[in-house]
Nanobody, 128 residues
């Protein structure tokens, strides 16, 4: 079964950090761009960050630039999202998603329709 599994979410105080992980099962991430998305209650899902395969180029939404860092370990089939200086407005369910096989580039901030495999999400809550 082809799937992605996210982990690492939780409750953190403002200014804190979390690292999310996204692991592929049943397929290889090595030749695909991978993105992170988030969805807050009552809001649409939005693209947060993307990392290309091969050259590892990255893109970030303005709202997370300089605070979040996306990375990947193809040998482990895992993509990470390091989130620092977290704010209450970062509270959301975070999803990782992979583009179709051999779609290796991010093409800017990730857009949902470009991604074909999704995880179930992990909740991040930033609150004091």
């Amino acid at each position: 079964q082809v799937q992605l599994v996210e982990s690492g979410g939780g409750l953190v105080q403002p200014g804190g950090s979390l690292r999310l992980s996204c692991v592929a099962a049943g397929f290889t991430l090595g030749n695909r761009a991978v993105g992170w998305f988030r969805q807050a209650p009552g809001k649409e899902r939005e693209g947060v960050s993307c990392i290309s395969s091969g050259d590892g180029r990255t893109t970030y939404a303005d709202s997370v630039k300089d605070r979040f860092t996306i990375s990947r370990d193809n040998a482990k089939g895992t993509v990470y999202l390091q989130m620092n200086t977290l704010k209450p407005e970062d509270t959301a369910k975070y999803y990782c998603a992979a583009r179709p096989a051999w779609s290796s580039d991010c093409r800017g901030i990730p857009r949902q329709y470009e991604y074909s495999v999704w995880g179930q999400g992990t909740q991040v809550t930033v609150s004091s």
